[in-house]
């Protein structure tokens, strides 16, 4: 930790807590991990954890914070209606999207109870992670990086593709939809065209699982690199606090 944090900690706790966990996560490497529905996020997700990453997963946490009783869960009820629930008390997370779906209205209102539990949550697991190893590479792996422009808080993006017809043979097959639907869910997603521009990485899962999985290597090398020379540059810009 840099003098300039330990200087506040005759300041206020909350001064110095807010200098370190700037110091911890500005240390290690933060990936963002997106891509078109599926496209292939999580297989990527997995060989690069297997390489040396560490994970964090939007879909994970999301599903984890609306646990029946929690808050985000009595939050959902409350503005949705006990209809979202399964018999198991459970919220129906398809259910949900599917009530959302073509509703902007009801979508933000999702949105507004979501999105900042899970970016707490990405937050203090960074922290956690920043404490443990202060070199990690960190992947975060949120289908809404780009929508959220969480884009921005990222070292590098990668994003992840496959042609139209793979993405509608998966939905077909992960979600158990048919086609007009499967092309629907398609459609409305933000255009691939404008996430590749904020790409810094583009992983192409269009051919055989080892095509991919070379691909990904390469790119977590690339990754180390950058975090290597990050490291032997002492001279890079200190947060302000």
Same mark, same amino acid.
């Given at each position: 930790?840099? +003098?300039?944090?330990?200087?506040?900690?005759?300041?206020?706790?909350?001064?110095?807590?807010?200098?370190?966990?700037?110091?911890?996560?500005?240390?290690?490497?933060?990936?963002?991990?997106?891509?078109?529905?599926?496209?292939?996020?999580?297989?990527?997700?997995?060989?690069? @954890?297997?390489?040396?990453?560490?994970?964090?997963? *939007?879909?994970?946490?999301?599903?984890?914070?609306?646990?029946?009783?929690?808050?985000?869960?009595?939050?959902?009820? &409350?503005?949705?209606?006990?209809?979202?629930?399964?018999?198991?008390?459970?919220?129906? &997370?398809?259910?949900?999207?599917?009530?959302?779906?073509?509703?902007?209205?009801?979508?933000?209102?999702? +949105?507004?109870?979501?999105?900042?539990?899970?970016?707490?949550?990405?937050? &203090?697991?960074?922290?956690?992670?920043?404490?443990?190893?202060?070199? *990690?590479?960190?992947?975060?792996?949120?289908?809404?990086?780009?929508?959220?422009?969480?884009?921005?808080?990222?070292?590098?993006?990668?994003?992840?593709?496959?042609?139209?017809?793979?993405?509608?043979? &998966?939905?077909?097959? @992960?979600?158990?939809?048919?086609?007009?639907?499967?092309?629907?869910?398609?459609?409305?997603?933000?255009?691939?065209?404008?996430?590749?521009?904020?790409?810094?990485?583009?992983?192409?899962?269009?051919?055989?699982?080892?095509?991919?999985?070379?691909?990904?290597?390469?790119?977590?090398?690339?990754?180390?690199?950058?975090?290597?020379?990050?490291?032997?540059?002492?001279?890079?810009?200190?947060? *302000?606090?």
């Amino acid at each position: 930790m840099s +003098n300039q944090c330990q200087s506040l900690k005759s300041k206020t706790f909350l001064q110095f807590e807010l200098c370190h966990l700037a110091f911890t996560v500005k240390e290690m490497l933060i990936i963002g991990l997106t891509g078109g529905v599926a496209s292939g996020k999580t297989a990527v997700s997995q060989i690069l @954890r297997e390489e040396g990453a560490y994970l964090i997963d *939007a879909d994970q946490i999301a599903r984890e914070l609306v646990q029946p009783h929690t808050a985000a869960w009595n939050e959902l009820i &409350r503005v949705f209606g006990k209809e979202i629930l399964q018999e198991d008390g459970s919220i129906h &997370r398809k259910g949900l999207a599917a009530k959302v779906f073509s509703d902007p209205e009801q979508r933000n209102l999702l +949105n507004h109870i979501l999105h900042p539990r899970i970016k707490a949550e990405m937050d &203090r697991r960074l922290k956690e992670i920043g404490q443990k190893d202060p070199n *990690a590479i960190v992947v975060i792996d949120a289908a809404l990086l780009i929508e959220l422009r969480n884009h921005r808080e990222m070292d590098k993006v990668i994003v992840v593709t496959a042609t139209e017809k793979q993405q509608i043979e &998966r939905l077909k097959k @992960r979600d158990g939809v048919e086609q007009e639907e499967a092309q629907r869910i398609l459609f409305s997603q933000m255009p691939l065209e404008e996430k590749l521009k904020v790409a810094d990485f583009v992983i192409r899962n269009e051919g055989s699982f080892e095509e991919t999985k070379k691909r990904v290597k390469e790119v977590f090398q690339e990754l180390k690199k950058i975090a290597f020379q990050r490291r032997s540059q002492p001279e890079l810009k200190q947060p *302000a606090v």
